[in-house]
């Protein structure tokens, strides 16, 4: 499984990097989530999902890696980003 953030579509609530500090920071100089553990393996496959499931915009991703991750996945459960924008920015 590999994860991705769209910052531009980042919101800077923080819940992901306080559900899981060992995936997710957040920037001091914008708020915005940055991703730390692309690639978190699969002891955290589970909180990795949730986490993007609660992601208030969408912006986490998930990969391959399995039946959940075999094509992206998000807080809407369409595989869709929710909201206007329909671009993709990995964080690094
Ligand atoms: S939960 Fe979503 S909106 Fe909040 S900081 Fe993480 S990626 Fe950004």
Redesign the pocket.
Known sequence: MTLR???R?????????V?LPDV?D?SEED???LLTTPEPGPRLAGAVRA?AA???????TLHGGGPDGERPRD?NGTGRPRGRAQETEEAW
């Open positions: 953030v769209d910052r579509r980042c919101a800077g609530s923080g819940l992901c990097a559900q997710f957040q708020g915005k989530v986490a609660r992601c208030p915009s969408g912006a986490i807080g």
